[in-house]
């Protein structure tokens, strides 16, 4: 297996009233290539501001991250989001899905800002629907869609675009427990069929038994 992202002493703070509040504090973590690991930790930990760094939504304040041979922080606004719709897929607790959109019309999305044709975005979209197990419901709304279908739907959209490396923020955090296993088998079942790698931040222990390694966030580091 072959380095497919390493980090190596991330460090990023806010600013707290008058003072300075320190998240991660020089924390590196590698992954390698095909590889599902958990990250946890209690609530304010940093868990979020670590996945957003990842994910090149939010700049460090020194350190560097490399996924895939790229420097993020060295890449310039237009390049990280052209990397980012090409080789990351995101997942939240919330889905974020646009609600006057049907489930396929959500799903073409990313395809759609990177300039695919709207029959080939809607083609690959329905696929990916199918993979996930929405291929009944690709003209539902959200609002007619459960909380599950939701989260699968949000799935499909980070998937559509052929990601490398999937960041997934608490995605079964929203859901009630026999639907959070559910779409915590999903995402393990798609990390294996895609051949993806995957950062998976969760409170939610059976999904963090799926994966292959499990790190904690304490005090800033990864442990």
Do not use: W
Request: with cysteine; aromatic share 4%; hydrophobic share 40%.
């Amino acid at each position: 297996m072959s380095e497919f992202l390493v980090v190596r002493d991330l460090c990023k703070s806010y600013r707290s009233g008058a003072g300075r509040l320190d998240v991660l504090i020089g924390l590196s973590l590698t992954l390698e290539k095909g590889q599902m690991i958990s990250i946890t930790g209690v609530s304010g930990s940093g868990k979020s501001t670590l996945l957003h760094v990842l994910g090149g939504m939010d700049r460090p304040d020194a350190g560097t991250i490399r996924i895939a041979g790229r420097e993020l922080p060295a890449l310039a606004p237009a390049e990280l989001s052209s990397f980012r719709n090409e080789t990351l897929g995101f997942v939240f607790q919330f889905h974020h899905l646009l609600p006057e959109f049907t489930a396929v019309e959500n799903v073409m999305m990313p395809l759609l800002i990177r300039g695919v044709p709207a029959p080939e975005a809607r083609r690959a979209a329905e696929a990916i629907l199918e993979d996930v197990g929405l291929g009944a419901r690709v003209q539902h709304r959200p609002g007619e869609l459960s909380g599950g279908e939701q989260q699968r739907a949000a799935i499909a959209r980070a998937l559509v675009g052929r990601p490398q490396l999937i960041l997934a923020d608490e995605p079964t955090g929203n859901l009630d427990p026999h639907t959070g296993d559910s779409i915590g088998m999903l995402l393990h079942e798609l990390h294996v069929r895609h051949n993806l790698s995957s950062v998976l931040v969760t409170h939610n222990e059976k999904l963090a038994r799926i994966c292959s390694r499990v790190y904690r966030l304490e005090n800033g580091k990864l442990v």
